[in-house]
């Protein structure tokens, strides 16, 4: 069977940046299960196992714009210490945030007398993505799965 819409998937995988440093990977973990067609995974990394089967290897290298997205330094601001409500604030922290495009995580950089300077970009943003991906398997999902948009069961949600 092969990896088409509305099929939920499990594969293994590492990523690696250019250095060839691991980022992530599954390995001696359960696969990611997730379900095909439904954005639950970056858009090159379903482009590139899209007509893959069970036992399927491949390496895929995924740009930003297919990724995590290009850096955009206007998602790097700088706030008022105040405005974090007077809690302690220390570099690394994040926060949720909004904005017109709705809520998202901001990472803060650094802490300066009363301003803290916070970037919303994801951590990866900018960063060509190396994965090495094993299909450990495919299957039809369910007519709930699809109205959820979502893997359920093993591997996935459980409501």
Do not use: W
Request: aromatic residues 6%; charged residues 25%.
């Amino acid at each position: 069977m092969q990896i088409t819409n509305e099929k939920v998937v499990a594969i293994h995988y590492t990523l690696t940046n250019n250095d060839g440093t691991v980022l992530d990977s599954s390995e001696g973990r359960e696969p990611l299960y997730y379900l095909h067609g439904f954005s639950n995974l970056i858009p090159g990394m379903e482009e590139g196992v899209e007509g893959k089967m069970k036992g399927d290897k491949c390496e895929l290298k995924i740009s930003p714009e297919k990724g995590y997205g290009v850096r955009d330094e206007n998602m790097v601001q700088q706030i008022p210490l105040e405005a974090f409500g007077g809690g302690e604030v220390k570099p690394g922290m994040q926060f949720h945030a909004g904005g017109n495009g709705g809520s998202f995580v901001v990472t803060v950089m650094e802490v300066a007398d009363d301003v803290v300077t916070v970037d919303g970009n994801h951590a990866l943003a900018g960063v060509e993505l190396n994965f090495k991906v094993e299909i450990v398997e495919v299957r039809d999902a369910t007519a709930d799965e699809i109205t959820h948009g979502h893997v359920h069961g093993p591997g996935g949600h459980h409501h």
